[in-house]
Every structure is written in C-alpha cells, then in structure tokens.
C-alpha cells in the first residue's frame, strides 16, 4: 500500500529562520513520483515540485530545496530565510510512475506559520 | 493563476437541496479530478475522468455525481447532502493518461460547502 506520512501538523517559526517541512513515504513501486504542494489561505494547491524515484540529486529552487534519500524514504523540503508569504499548508505526495496515471496520495500536510 | 477555475468558491445549501459545482481548466489537459479536503482528514480523490470517460470512482456516495461533458469542463452535481459532506471540494487537471508528466496535477481554487 502506498502511504505518505506528514508527522509535523504545525511549525510556527519567525521571519528569516530556516524550516525544514518532513515527508516519510511507503511505496512498494520501483518507480515512483514524489511531489509538494503549497495550499495558501486562498484555498488552491499550488505545484512546487515532482521527483522520479530514480532521480536522488538534490534540487534547489531559490529560498526552496528539496532532499530526497531512498534510503530512509524521505524527501523533506527545506525553506531558507523564511518570510510571511510562506506561511501556508504545505502537502507532500506520492504517485505511481511507469506510465501508469499516477493518482496523488497525499499526506496530511503541515501547517507552517512564518511571524514577522 | 493555475489555468484551473472553479465556480462557485463558496456554497451553502439545505440537505434536500440540489446544487452543481462547476470546474474548467485552461490548459488543454485531458484529465480532470475531483478531491475532498475535510479537516484534519488527508485529501481524498473522489472521481478521476481520462478523455471524458470516468475511470476512477473513489467509493463515493451516490449523492455525488459526476459529470464531465468535454475535457475542459467537470462537473460535480450535489442532491441530498449530508452536514459530514461539508468540505472544501478542489478539481484539478493533468495531462491524459499514458502521456508524459501525466501524475503533475494542477489545482483549482477550491469550492467551499456547507451543508446545513
């Protein structure tokens, strides 16, 4: 069975503190994605990023970077210098790869508040 | 903007009243999902359309029924809720399945529904 684990329900950091978001996933597919969504008050997921199971190099977007490690089936997301804008539900998600259409199992999300 | 909209972003209806939500993505996607977002729940897929043709129903109750007419529209017709149904309903579009970046879903804003 495929499962997504969220264990932080809410972090409360203050403006320019680094926070790093946690996701621990189970999954019995050799190919698999991995996937984060923001959910701001508005209400929308808004895509941050996918990763194939066969791609462990570690990806930096801006003040966003994501650690993948098969090894521990983790993939965290790290926010640096955080700023208020941030403060929303962050979702991490697990899908079937191989071509198959891959329906999002998603965890229960953690809720970051960033205080200025 | 995700090229996802969804109308209408708030609802609140009796429990013998028949409403629809509606959903419409500008992407020329050719999948379309519909979700369930309770509190304190994981999101929940409900119903998934591939080219207009349903091909997952998530166990959902009867009272729920889908409706998908063209690849850019979805619709979600609602009759004899039950309060437990109240919820944030989110649709979200992809690429058709057995295409390329088919599991990268893009989200829409989300209707909010009371059931009274």
């Known amino acids: 069975a495929q499962k997504v684990t969220q264990a932080q329900t809410e972090i409360s950091v203050v403006e320019k503190e680094d926070v790093t978001l946690d996701c621990v996933y189970e999954t019995r597919d050799t190919t698999y994605y991995l996937f984060w969504y923001k959910q701001p008050p508005s209400g929308e997921l808004v895509f941050l990023i996918r990763?194939?199971?066969?791609?462990?190099q570690n990806e930096i977007s801006g003040r966003y970077s994501w650690n993948f490690q098969k090894s521990t089936s983790s993939f965290n997301f790290t926010i640096t210098a955080s700023q208020v804008v941030d403060s929303a539900v962050y979702f991490c998600?697990?899908?079937?790869?191989?071509?198959?259409?891959?329906?999002?199992?998603f965890g229960k999300g953690t809720k970051l508040s960033v205080k200025p | 903007e995700t090229g996802v909209t969804q109308t209408p972003r708030h609802l609140v209806m009796g429990m013998t009243n028949k409403k629809s939500l509606k959903c419409e993505q500008h992407?020329?996607?050719?999948?379309m999902y519909w979700y369930k977002q309770s509190a304190k729940k994981p999101l929940e897929l409900m119903f998934v359309?591939?080219?207009?043709?349903?091909?997952e129903n998530n166990s959902v109750p009867s009272r729920f029924s889908p409706e998908c007419p063209n690849s850019s529209h979805l619709f979600l017709h609602l009759h004899t809720l039950q309060p437990e149904d109240s919820a944030l309903y989110l649709c979200?579009?992809?690429?058709?399945?057995?295409?390329?970046?088919?599991?990268?879903?893009?989200f829409g804003p989300g209707t909010r529904l009371t059931v009274l």
């Open positions: 359309y591939n080219f207009k043709e349903q091909t």
């Open positions: 998600a697990l899908s079937r790869g191989g071509g198959s259409q891959g329906n999002l199992i």
């Open positions: 979200a579009s992809s690429r058709g399945r057995g295409t390329s970046r088919s599991n990268e879903q893009f």
């Open positions: 990763r194939n199971s066969f791609d462990e």
């Open positions: 992407l020329g996607h050719n999948a």
